[in-house]
């Protein structure tokens, strides 16, 4: 059974710049989790999408900003980049909604904003 | 404000003895704790997990301790093998889906 993936695994992008990162659940997983690891700390809740909706976020800004397709899987963006943006952005899906079911998480995207 | 706390961000232990890590929560409404594992270029790996309404969950050579009145819970690894070298985070929840992450320790496993 493949894993959760993510894409690309390293982004380069400029202050200012837009950055959009990917991600494909496990088949059958419906709910897809965001989130963010920044040097020296833990992984901070960004984002919960479940069947297309957002479920709830974390406390970032609204420029922080995702939806998940109909297949499920999920787009995080990340508009007007600022450089305490470079981070480590992990996804994780699960099969219930809501549920305590561990999270499965994907390899991350490295992005590092210049 | 840091509700999951891994105050050691590494350790060294000799292959073969006890590995202990460490948690400290803030939150009393935390009623699920988990352990991810997490290898480098890797993404967190679940490694065991504990309901509130227990105080101790074996799974083979991995072991978690809940003391809710100190708001504490640890991981204990018996006995270390080197491929057990990794960062390990612990995360807590109240509800349901939403972990909170301990920022990681470093255990790394001498042979």
């Known amino acids: 059974e493949a894993g959760v993936t993510q894409s690309p695994t390293h982004l380069i992008k400029t202050r200012g710049q837009q950055a959009t990162l990917r991600c494909s659940p496990i088949s059958g997983h419906t709910s897809v989790y965001w989130y963010q690891q920044a040097l020296g700390l833990g992984l901070q809740f960004l984002l919960w999408?479940?069947?297309?909706?957002?479920?709830n976020r974390g406390n970032f800004p609204p420029r922080f900003s995702g939806r998940q397709f109909p297949n499920y899987s999920s787009e995080l963006n990340v508009n007007a980049l600022e450089l305490e943006d470079s981070a480590l952005y992990l996804c994780a899906s699960s099969p219930k909604t809501g549920g305590r079911e561990t999270q499965y998480f994907g390899p991350g995207t490295r992005l590092l904003v210049l | 404000d840091q509700q999951v706390k891994q105050n050691s961000p590494s350790l060294s232990v000799q292959e073969g003895r006890i590995s202990i890590l460490n948690c400290d929560y803030t939150?009393?409404?935390?009623?699920?704790f988990l352990w991810y594992k997490k290898y480098p270029a890797e993404g967190p790996t679940f490694l065991i997990s504990i309901s509130s309404i227990k105080d101790k969950n074996e799974d083979g050579r991995f072991t978690v301790f809940l003391n809710k009145s100190a708001k504490h819970l640890s991981l204990h690894i018996v006995p270390s093998q080197p491929g057990d070298s990794a960062v390990y985070f612990c995360?807590?929840?109240?509800?349901?889906?939403?972990?909170?992450f301990g920022t990681g320790t470093r255990l790394k496993v001498l042979a």
């Open positions: 995360a807590a929840s109240a509800g349901t889906y939403k972990y909170i």
């Open positions: 999408y479940d069947e297309g909706e957002e479920r």
């Open positions: 939150n009393s409404m935390f009623d699920y």
